[in-house]
């Protein structure tokens, strides 16, 4: 409908929020600026239950071992035998990540930013009780408009966040021009489809075995059932929160212009993600039934990455600075 800037899954789904939130609040997010409507969305953002089948999935398709995280692969890999780093790390929200870094013990510094003010009193709370606030510092920023020292830093971070920010060249740049020669930029993130314009050949996977599932298994957090997995329409997102998935789709070709891809960690959620957001806490580790469908979901995932039928949603990249980016990046 209107080139999908809305359509009727739009429709029906506003209707069932409507049950769960006051029209003045509706409308009073409707109405908000950009920046503020971005700030309201993360502002009440928890992190999610995610079942730890996945998680040691995505373990070992990045080091061949499920129980070693991202965090701790980097570390052994590229931290090893170092200290006193100075890190820059950007949309560090309430800083679980941070910590995590931090308390590896090769930081000397890890300067944090986010746009939303309750976040980041929340990661300065957490770090303090971890007695970590030597190391870590964090700031309220607008990511767009930071102003850093050139060659600073030896290593950027960057969590789940670059798919939010837009200029994403100019964030990019941001990042390459605060690094040290030779410098790190770590990223674990989502580079799919902007906007979540979801490819016909994932709905038409992700929905075969969204079917399949016992009704048990996709009631929400609400009450109702997941149904049907669709393309939201470009207005919806918008509305729900305007960094989402900016420009996404850009992530890959910009990194490749400005970096040396020393490791690039393909991690999937291609298919996974569609399947069991909002439906994931319905798959606790007791239930023997539920980890065989988990699995035959994350096999149809893996074999179709495998052939090329997909590609991956999720990277994990380390990325190495250059001294003279590439050319006009064609996205």
Not at 27 to 45: L, N, P
Not at 141 to 159: N, Q
Not at 266 to 278: A, D, R, S
Request: hydrophobic fraction near 40%.
């Amino acid at each position: 409908m209107f080139g999908n800037v809305i359509n009727r899954h739009d429709l029906i789904t506003l209707v069932k929020t409507m049950k769960y939130i006051k029209l003045k609040e509706l409308f009073s997010r409707i109405f908000h600026k950009k920046q503020e409507r971005v700030k309201a969305t993360w502002d009440g953002q928890s992190i999610p239950y995610w079942p730890i089948e996945l998680q040691k999935r995505v373990n070992y398709l990045v080091s061949k071992n499920p129980d070693i995280d991202y965090f701790e692969y980097i570390r052994r890999k590229y931290l090893s035998g170092r200290d006193s780093l100075i890190a820059l790390s950007l949309g560090c929200g309430s800083g679980e990540d941070e910590v995590m870094w931090a308390k590896q013990g090769h930081f000397k510094t890890i300067d944090a930013y986010d746009l939303s003010e309750s976040r980041i009193k929340m990661a300065t709370r957490r770090a303090k009780e971890e007695g970590l606030d030597g190391i870590l510092k964090f700031y309220v920023r607008d990511i767009v408009k930071l102003e850093v020292k050139k060659e600073y830093y030896d290593i950027v971070l960057v969590g789940s966040s670059l798919h939010h920010f837009s200029p994403l060249e100019k964030v990019i740049s941001i990042i390459n021009e605060s690094l040290k020669p030779n410098g790190y930029l770590f990223i674990c993130d989502f580079v799919g489809p902007t906007r979540f314009q979801w490819t016909d050949r994932q709905l038409v996977v992700a929905n075969a075995l969204l079917s399949i599932l016992p009704d048990r298994y996709k009631k929400t957090m609400r009450g109702d059932y997941k149904k049907k997995i669709f393309r939201p329409g470009y207005l919806r997102m918008i509305l729900i929160d305007p960094s989402e998935a900016i420009e996404s789709s850009k992530i890959m070709p910009l990194l490749h212009k400005y970096f040396e891809i020393v490791e690039l960690k393909e991690i999937g959620g291609t298919i996974i993600n569609l399947v069991f957001t909002k439906i994931a806490h319905n798959f606790r580790p007791e239930d023997a039934i539920a980890k065989r469908f988990l699995r035959i979901c994350a096999d149809v995932e893996d074999l179709l990455m495998e052939i090329d039928d997909i590609e991956s949603d999720h990277v994990v990249a380390i990325c190495k600075k250059v001294s003279d980016p590439k050319g006009k990046v064609k996205i």
